[in-house]
């Protein structure tokens, strides 16, 4: 499986020390566009999260993404290279975040996965416990400023709810 990561979901997932997580879920062909891998070494970062990273991206592939095509005017230059590189290797998931990348992923025929998807995937394939996966993401959100709308928070906890209870 090749899965091409921004940074959005790299980030908040080492603010929670679950960067583990992605390996596990989905493989070892994890590539970084050398655009994502500056933003998220970025010299304001954590100590500890830029360990994390750092960490990380040694089991990545990171690469030059040249000429990334231009998607959306709403994408950062990162968002756009991550994108490119999903598409130019045939990707079988673009870990990404925000709202328009997700989107424009979706039109080019690229399959979004963002920080809850991982989480609630690892729970699912018991790589994380429903307990686990509950405190994750209130952390994410408390803690860590990880902005979504309340519906999305309802349907995230109704999904740990509903393993938890054994329903679908």
Excluded: W
């Amino acid at each position: 499986m090749i899965v091409v990561a921004d940074a959005s979901p790299l980030i908040f997932l080492s603010k929670v020390r679950r960067l583990g997580v992605v390996r596990s879920l989905l493989g070892d062909d994890i590539r970084v566009p050398k655009q994502v891998r500056d933003e998220i070494l970025a010299p304001r970062i954590d100590a500890v999260e830029k360990h994390e990273l750092t960490v990380f991206l040694e089991y990545c592939t990171v690469k030059v993404v040249r000429s990334p095509r231009r998607f959306a005017s709403a994408m950062s230059v990162a968002d756009n290279a991550a994108l490119t590189l999903a598409l130019r290797c045939h990707a079988d998931f673009l870990l990404c975040d925000e709202r328009v990348t997700r989107l424009m992923a979706e039109t080019e025929g690229v399959r979004p996965l963002g920080t809850l998807g991982v989480l609630l995937r690892a729970m699912r394939q018991r790589i994380l416990s429903a307990e686990q996966t509950r405190a994750i993401v209130d952390d994410l959100v408390r803690l860590h400023h990880f902005r979504i709308g309340i519906e999305v928070y309802q349907a995230v906890v109704a999904a740990i709810d509903g393993h938890t209870t054994g329903q679908p």
